[in-house]
């Protein structure tokens, strides 16, 4: 059972009852981590299958989570090596829209959200220093993977206009919009403040009637189209984002990483903003 199968035994209100801030968290921790389901007080137990009896469950919980995430991501990470070692980076670079350093050093250079990454057969830095994320490392190996293509046009679409793309238009939402929104509601002056910084280019006159909306190059060739609502109190309307690609996006990366690109994203803004203060 998956984690979004999972939590709807549970009260959804996160009261954190169960000692975790949110119960997709706790959702995740049973599903994935072995973590004992009666800690929600408000699980019908009777429910469950014997899949989570608390005799099969563990003690991990969410760390349990993230050993295995760490172990499989790992594994990515040398398998993306291991296709990208023979790549030509001297002919790649143009269709990856990067630039290459030469001989000598014989790297892909890019900008990833404003930061300076070198890709070398391996290994990579991101502003001179190692990368300490292996999901940073799979996203930028599986970009160099896809051999890249055609300049992008700009035609604008959404996630759910992306094929097979149904089971994560929920994720994008939750971990990348409902993300910025929420962080910067009432605050659409520092959010444009900041959007330089991920190397977006502001639109002045976007034709959609939103109070900011950014054209953010994530990577050489895929562009994010970012557009932000602000609350409007008077009307009830809660602070809204909206994140498009372009229409050639999957030329260049699949879904999985097309969703982690715009998690980056978000968290990147976010940071910004802790470094600010």
């Given at each position: 059972?998956?984690?979004?199968?999972f939590?709807?035994?549970?009260?959804?209100?996160?009261?954190?009852?169960?000692?975790y801030a949110?119960?997709?968290?706790f959702?995740?921790?049973v599903?994935k981590g072995?973590?004992?389901?009666?800690?929600?007080?408000h699980i019908d137990?009777?429910?469950?299958?014997?899949?989570f009896s608390?005799?099969?469950?563990?003690k991990?919980g969410?760390?349990?989570?993230?050993?295995?995430l760490?172990?499989?991501?790992?594994e990515?990470v040398?398998?993306?090596?291991r296709?990208?070692?023979?790549?030509?980076?001297?002919?790649?670079?143009?269709?990856?829209?990067?630039?290459?350093?030469?001989?000598?050093k014989d790297?892909?250079?890019?900008?990833?959200?404003?930061?300076?990454v070198?890709?070398?057969?391996d290994?990579?830095?991101?502003d001179?220093?190692?990368?300490?994320?292996p999901?940073?490392?799979?996203?930028?190996?599986?970009?160099?993977?896809?051999a890249g293509?055609?300049?992008?046009?700009?035609e604008?679409?959404?996630?759910?206009?992306?094929?097979n793309?149904?089971?994560?238009?929920?994720?994008?939402?939750?971990?990348?919009e409902e993300?910025?929104?929420?962080?910067?509601?009432g605050?659409?002056?520092?959010?444009?403040?900041?959007?330089?910084?991920?190397?977006?280019?502001?639109?002045e006159?976007?034709?959609?009637s939103?109070a900011?909306a950014?054209?953010?190059?994530?990577l050489?060739?895929?562009?994010l189209?970012v557009?932000?609502?602000?609350?409007?109190?008077?009307?009830g309307?809660?602070a809204?984002?909206?994140?498009?690609?372009?229409?050639?996006?999957?030329?260049?990366?699949?879904?999985?990483?097309?969703?982690?690109?715009?998690e980056?994203?978000?968290?990147?803004?976010?940071?910004?903003t802790k470094?600010?203060e």
């Amino acid at each position: 059972m998956q984690p979004f199968e999972f939590i709807k035994y549970t009260p959804r209100s996160n009261c954190g009852e169960c000692g975790y801030a949110a119960c997709l968290a706790f959702a995740a921790a049973v599903t994935k981590g072995g973590e004992n389901p009666g800690k929600c007080p408000h699980i019908d137990l009777a429910q469950l299958g014997d899949e989570f009896s608390t005799g099969n469950r563990g003690k991990d919980g969410l760390e349990g989570v993230g050993k295995l995430l760490d172990e499989k991501d790992v594994e990515l990470v040398a398998y993306l090596k291991r296709k990208t070692s023979q790549i030509d980076f001297a002919k790649a670079a143009e269709a990856l829209g990067c630039d290459w350093s030469g001989s000598e050093k014989d790297c892909l250079l890019l900008q990833f959200f404003g930061r300076d990454v070198e890709i070398f057969h391996d290994g990579i830095l991101i502003d001179g220093k190692e990368v300490e994320d292996p999901r940073d490392q799979i996203l930028l190996y599986n970009y160099v993977h896809f051999a890249g293509g055609d300049k992008p046009e700009q035609e604008w679409i959404g996630m759910e206009s992306l094929p097979n793309s149904i089971s994560k238009i929920r994720t994008l939402r939750v971990y990348c919009e409902e993300r910025i929104a929420a962080h910067f509601t009432g605050k659409a002056e520092l959010l444009k403040e900041l959007a330089p910084q991920l190397g977006a280019q502001i639109q002045e006159n976007p034709e959609q009637s939103c109070a900011a909306a950014f054209v953010i190059p994530a990577l050489p060739r895929l562009p994010l189209f970012v557009l932000f609502w602000d609350e409007e109190i008077e009307d009830g309307f809660p602070a809204k984002v909206k994140v498009l690609f372009d229409q050639k996006v999957l030329d260049f990366l699949d879904i999985e990483s097309l969703v982690f690109v715009c998690e980056r994203m978000a968290e990147r803004w976010v940071e910004l903003t802790k470094n600010r203060e």
